[in-house]
């Protein structure tokens, strides 16, 4: 559904919502919201934790039901969902979304020797800052000043020249 099909439906059950004749549950197993684009530049320094992520209860709208659980399983003959913890949500359109998580040890040979040593993911805020700090106690390319010829006017790491390109454009190969 696009942007403009969705808020076109939200202005159509808006007055149902309003008015209590229509309800809509979200549950999740939780209460974080990562914005996954921010992650590229939490290794960097450019982002943190707390750039890359929000309350997801918060960012849910006041007439929505926010449910912090984890589904047990769906009995579509009875139009129920179950919760880990035996309470029950009844339905009468169920949408499922199942997000994503990160099973790094599915593609083969990335988990082996060197896996978060001298190879990483950044898929995650765990992997991301865990990557962030392996970048900061290594020198990548072991070059100093003098390795550089006498025009170079200094050294920036990666984290320097995104602060010094922001607002440009920024092609990653």
Sequence with gaps: MTRA???????LYAPSIRAGRTRISIVDQDDEHVYQPGL????FGIYSREKV???????VHRDVTYVYGRIHRVVTAENRVYLSDQSAIDYDVLIVATGTR???EETEGL????????MSDFYTVEAATALREKLALV????????????ELEGIITVGEFYQLAAGGQIIFT
């Design 5 to 11: 099909e969705t808020s076109k439906r939200s202005r």
């Design 40 to 43: 590229l530049f939490v290794p």
């Design 53 to 59: 992520t929000r309350v997801r209860h918060r960012q």
């Design 102 to 104: 990160v099973v790094p």
């Design 111 to 118: 988990t082996g020797a060197g896996w978060r040593e001298s």
């Design 139 to 150: 020198d990548m390319f072991g070059l100093a000043r003098d390795d550089f010829i006498e």
